[in-house]
C-alpha cells in the first residue's frame, strides 16, 4: 500500500475552516474527507482503515476526545491528531495518555499539520503492512512461505503449487541462503503427503562413518556398539518427503546405496538382511552444478540424472532485488516478536542501503541483518558498507543516526532535539518527514511527563 492510497478523515463544525483544511490537504496531493460531525466518522472506521484522523477538540454532540477513545477502542494504530483553539497543558497529556499521535493548538502553520500528517500517514501505512505480512506468517505452510512478489518467486510458486500433489522427484539449485529447504518445506507442505515426515539431511555435514547407519538404519550387532535395532532417517520418511541438502557433499561410495534406494524403494539396514519397503518423495538440493560435477568424476553421472527429474532454480536475492523490502520487513517483524523488542520503521534512507547491497549470503544474511537491525546493534551504513553505497546513502544514513540519537536524548521532543542539532524546528520537522521518522517512538515516559511532542 502506498500513502497516495491512504486518506485523512478531516473532522471540523466550522464550515469555513473545513473547507480550508481540505483544500490544504489537496493542495499537498492527500486525499481527505471532510466531516462537520463526529459521529459520522465513527461509521467510517474499522481495523483495516486506510487512514489517519484529523479532528477538532470543541464539536458539538460528540467532541474530539470522545471519538478519540471510540476510535483507539476500535482500532488503537489508527493515528488520531487533535486540533484544539482551547488547548493547554493538561488537555495535551489527557489527549497523549488517551492514546492521540500528537496534538497540534490553534493557530498553526499549515506546513506543520502537513509534516504531522505525512508521518501519521507513513506509521498508518507500515502498520497495515505490518498487519498483512503477519497473516501472511501466520500460514507459513506450502507456498506461503515463499515470500516475495517479483516474476521469479512468483514462478517458484507456481511449479511448487504444480508439484505438490505429484511424487515426482525434484532437484533444487540455488546458491547457499537461497531458501533451498524452504522450497522443499512447500512442496512437502502443500501436498498429499504433508501428513508424513519431512526429514532434511546434510549430505556434506553427516561424517562417512555413521553415514550409512543414520541413512539406512541399524540391527543388534551391525557393529561395536549397535545394541539395538534403529530406523534410520529414509525409513523415518515413509509416506513423507526425503530432503538430501547439499547432495553435492556426499561420498561416492555411499551415491551408489542411495541410487539403488531411488531405484527400487527399499531400504536395507546395516546388520540386516531383510528388505524394507519406503514409499518417500525425494527433493535434493544442491549448490554447484551437477552436470558439471558428474563429467569431473565428482558426482555419479546415473544418480544425477535419477535426482534431476524435475529441475526447480533459485535465483539469488541480487537477482531479485524487487522483493528486498518486503522481505526485509517480514524478517522484521518475526524478529520483533521472538525477542519481544519493538519493530523499527524501516526507513527510506534504511531502503536504499539495502538495495544497494549484493547480499552474497542471499536471503539468510539478509534475515540476519534485519535481526541485528531489530535488536539495535546494527545501523545500514554504520559499518561493512557495500560498494555499491552512494555518498547521498552514506550521508542520509549518518544524518539518520544523528537525528535518532537526538531524538532518544530528548524522549522525542521535537523542539528541544532541534535545538541540540542546532536547526530550526521547521528544518527538523522537514528531515523526520523525509527520513520517515517518527517523533513518538522515542517518547518512551513522555506521557507520564506530561509533555506533549516538540510542544
Known amino acids: 500500500m502506498s500513502s497516495g492510497e491512504l486518506k485523512v478523515l478531516y473532522v471540523e463544525d466550522d464550515d469555513a475552516v473545513r473547507a480550508a483544511g481540505c483544500q490544504t490537504f489537496a493542495l499537498a496531493d492527500i486525499d481527505v ?4 460531525r463526529a459521529e459520522s466518522v465513527v461509521a467510517r472506521v474499522g481495523t483495516a482503515t486506510p487512514a489517519v484522523l484529523v479532528t477538532d477538540v470543541r464539536l458539538p454532540g460528540m467532541d474530539g476526545m470522545a471519538l478519540l477513545q471510540r476510535v483507539v477502542a476500535i ?29 497540534i493548538e490553534k493557530p498553526f502553520a499549515p506546513e506543520q499539520l502537513l509534516d504531522v500528517v505525512r508521518r501519521a500517514m507513513e506509521k498508518r501505512r507500515l502498520v497495515l503492512e505490518n498487519r498483512a505480512l503477519r497473516r501472511q506468517l501466520a500460514q507459513t505452510t506450502g507456498t506461503d512461505g515463499l515470500l516475495g512478489n517479483g516474476l ?26 537461497t531458501g533451498k529447504e524452504r522450497v522443499a518445506r512447500g512442496l512437502h507442505e502443500s501436498g498429499r503427503r504433508r501428513q508424513g515426515n519431512f526429514v532434511a539431511i546434510n549430505c ?29 532417517k529414509i525409513e523415518h520418511a515413509n ?45 535434493a538440493a544442491t549448490k554447484v552444478d551437477l552436470a558439471e560435477e558428474s563429467k569431473a568424476g565428482r558426482f555419479r553421472a546415473d544418480l544425477y540424472y535419477r535426482l534431476n527429474v524435475v529441475p526447480l532454480n533459485l535465483p539469488p536475492l541480487r537477482e531479485r532485488r524487487e522483493d528486498i523490502p518486503l522481505l526485509f520487513n517480514a524478517f522484521c517483524l518475526q524478529a520483533a516478536e521472538r525477542y519481544r523488542r519493538p519493530q523499527p520503521p524501516v526507513l527510506p534512507a534504511v531502503v536504499d542501503w539495502l538495495m544497494s547491497c549484493d547480499w552474497p549470503g542471499n ?25 555499491g553505497e552512494t555518498l547521498p546513502q552514506r550521508v542520509a544514513a549518518f544524518e539518520l543516526r544523528l537525528i535518532e540519537s537526538a531524538l532518544e536524548r530528548t524522549l522525542g521532543d521535537v523542539a528541544s532535539a532541534a535545538e541540540a542539532l542546532g536547526v530550526p524546528r521547521k528544518t527538523l520537522y522537514d528531515k523526520l518527514a523525509k527520513l520517515g521518522v517518527d517523533a513518538a517512538r522515542f517518547r518512551g515516559t513522555m506521557a507520564q511527563t506530561g509533555l506533549p511532542d516538540g510542544r
Open 75 to 103: 482500532d488503537p494504530d489508527l493515528p488520531v491528531i487533535l486540533v484544539t483553539g482551547h488547548g493547554d497543558v493538561s488537555m495535551a497529556v489527557e489527549a497523549m495518555r488517551a492514546g492521540a499521535y500528537d496534538f
Open 152 to 177: 521469479a518467486m512468483s514462478r517458484v510458486r507456481e511449479l511448487v503449487a504444480e508439484l505438490a500433489d505429484t511424487d515426482v522427484d525434484v532437484l533444487v539449485h540455488g546458491e547457499t541462503g
Open 204 to 232: 556434506a555435514a553427516l561424517p562417512e562413518t555413521v553415514f550409512e547407519s543414520e541413512m539406512f538404519g541399524v540391527e543388534p550387532g551391525a557393529f561395536t556398539g549397535a545394541t539395538r535395532s534403529r530406523a534410520g
Open 239 to 283: 509416506g513423507g518427503t526425503l530432503f538430501l541438502d547439499e547432495i553435492e557433499g556426499m561420498p561416492l561410495a555411499l551415491q551408489a546405496k542411495l541410487l539403488r534406494v531411488l531405484q527400487e524403494r527399499v531400504v536395507e539396514r546395516l546388520g540386516s538382511n531383510r528388505l524394507v519397503p519406503v514409499d518417500c518423495r525425494i527433493v
Open 33 to 36: 474527507e471532510g466531516h462537520a
Open 363 to 387: 536471503v539468510r544474511e539478509l534475515q540476519h541483518a534485519a535481526e541485528r537491525y531489530v535488536l539495535g546493534v546494527w545501523r545500514p551504513g554504520s559499518g561493512g558498507a557495500p560498494s
